[in-house]
């Protein structure tokens, strides 16, 4: 079945400094979620990235979409303590009624020191 | 609008009981699904629904029961709790064409 890893699983930086987690999947995907879970609490949709090669920016977080639309990447420009939570990214299988049918990958636990 | 709202927030059930966490969205969405969390692992599909009266397995369904009776109402049921089931259960509702809305899970232990 599909599989999808993400690295590193955790990363403690100081805070001003940059952050970024990949994401591969075992299989093409027709879309990339990524989704932000504060510590106790539930994740948090924060884009997706349909096209090959797209990159999106939401203020200081950078998301890429790989050519091959097997591979993305989230980074962080200059952390905040704010910015402290597990970062998950997902993808549906294709097509059809499976759009909501998410594979996630294990996540990257980001720690920021002050 | 609450989106995806889940209950309890909370449980300890002891092994052999049963219970059912309870999922509903105002959403009107098609989907709905349920995942359980454990460290390092991410979060598991357990069951899903594209729409009343039908529902299909995930990654982990043993040991779950679902229905669906009604688009906003989405229930889990654990048959015979087991230690095995201790973990945090979001129920989520995705959007076509967007990403899903999780409820506030629930953590439950089993002892």
């Known amino acids: 079945g599909q599989q999808v890893m993400q690295i590193p699983q955790y990363q403690h930086v100081q805070e001003g400094e940059d952050f970024t987690t990949y994401c591969n999947s075992s299989?093409?995907?027709?879309?990339i979620q990524w989704y932000k879970q504060r510590p106790g609490g539930h994740p948090v949709f924060l884009i997706q990235?349909?096209?090959?090669?797209e990159v999106k920016k939401q203020k200081r977080l950078t998301f890429q979409f790989g050519e091959a639309k097997k591979n993305s990447s989230l980074h962080i420009t200059a952390t905040q303590t704010t910015d402290v939570g597990t970062y998950f990214c997902a993808g549906p299988n294709a097509g059809g009624t499976s759009y909501g049918k998410l594979t996630f990958g294990q996540g990257t636990i980001l720690t920021v020191h002050p | 609008n609450a989106g995806v709202t889940q209950t309890p927030k909370f449980q300890v059930l002891k092994t052999g009981q049963s219970m059912t966490l309870q999922c509903a969205q105002d959403?009107?969405?098609?989907?709905m699904s349920w995942y359980r969390q454990d460290p390092g692992m991410g979060l598991r599909l357990i069951h899903y629904?594209?729409?009343?009266?039908?529902?299909d397995q995930g990654e982990v369904p043993n040991g779950y029961n679902v229905s669906r009776s009604t688009t906003e109402d989405f229930p889990l049921r654990l048959l015979s709790a087991a230690p095995s089931q201790t973990s945090v259960y979001f129920c989520a509702s995705p959007k076509r064409g967007s990403g899903a809305f999780f409820g506030q899970g629930t953590r439950l232990t089993v002892v």
């Open positions: 959403m009107n969405h098609e989907y």
């Open positions: 990235l349909v096209k090959s090669g």
């Open positions: 629904s594209v729409g009343a009266g039908i529902t």
């Open positions: 299989t093409t995907l027709s879309n």
